[in-house]
């Protein structure tokens, strides 16, 4: 089955600064890459997505990048703000909606004011 | 946009009590709903899939005669913990898909069994 590797696991970055997370993935089928971020006790908001046949997407202040070779894909937070703190995961599926995701283990982002 | 409904949204109950978790899709159709399981401080693992009108698929390890799942129209699922005891306390989220992606998540209910 797919393995999703997530790194950092916690991210400290000063207020107005640029956060980047990255993120690996195994299985070679897996095309559609969303990135979610929660708060405690709360579900996770999809953020971000990207699928295989694009290699950057960029939403504002967010932008996700996708290597299909190297299996690796990355979130990258420009201009932080203070309510960009939050617990970050990646996952990866297959498109079609009916697989369930597979997730990172999640990169705690802390934005210093 | 697509609204997923989940209940209770918090339980706390006595261990061996079995305990009922409702996820409804309110404006759309799901052909497909998913469950997951967080523990504290960790990710969501996919728990088991389940499609309208047949036996949900489980992942390796979730135990399919403790963790019950229906899914009898489109716009219902239910998973049902049974005897639940205290390494059962999770927080517990659906989501649903119309066969296209997104998933759509619902609130999560946090089970906590004494």
């Known amino acids: 089955g797919e393995n999703v590797e997530q790194h950092p696991s916690t991210l400290s970055v000063q207020e107005g600064d640029s956060a980047v997370i990255k993120c690996t993935y195994s299985?070679?089928?897996?095309?559609?890459f969303p990135w979610y971020k929660q708060e405690l006790g709360k579900r996770p908001q999809l953020i971000i997505d990207?699928?295989?046949?694009?290699g950057e997407k960029k939403d504002q202040r967010i932008a996700v990048t996708l290597n299909k070779t190297a299996k690796h894909f990355s979130l990258h937070i420009t201009e932080t703000q203070p309510e960009d703190s939050a617990v970050y995961f990646c996952a990866a599926s297959r498109v079609g909606g009916a697989d369930g995701l597979t997730f990172g283990k999640g990169t705690h982002l802390i934005i210093q004011p | 946009g697509a609204v997923v409904s989940q209940h209770p949204s918090r339980v706390i109950c006595k261990s061996g009590t079995s305990v009922k978790i409702e996820c409804r899709s309110l404006?759309?159709?799901?052909?497909?709903m998913f469950w997951y399981r967080q523990f504290p401080k960790q990710s969501l693992m996919l728990m088991a899939t389940?499609?309208?009108?047949?036996?949900?698929?489980?992942e390796q390890g979730v135990e399919k005669d403790k963790f019950l799942i229906n899914h009898a129209s489109l716009t219902l699922s239910t998973l049902t913990v049974t005897s639940a005891h205290p390494e059962d306390s999770s927080f517990y989220i659906c989501?649903?898909?119309?066969?296209?992606?997104?998933?759509?998540f619902g609130d999560g209910t946090r089970l906590s069994i004494l």
């Open positions: 989501s649903a898909s119309e066969g296209v992606l997104p998933q759509h």
């Open positions: 389940s499609n309208e009108g047949s036996k949900a698929t489980y």
């Open positions: 404006d759309f159709q799901a052909t497909t």
């Open positions: 299985d070679s089928a897996s095309n559609y």
């Open positions: 990207i699928r295989s046949n694009v």
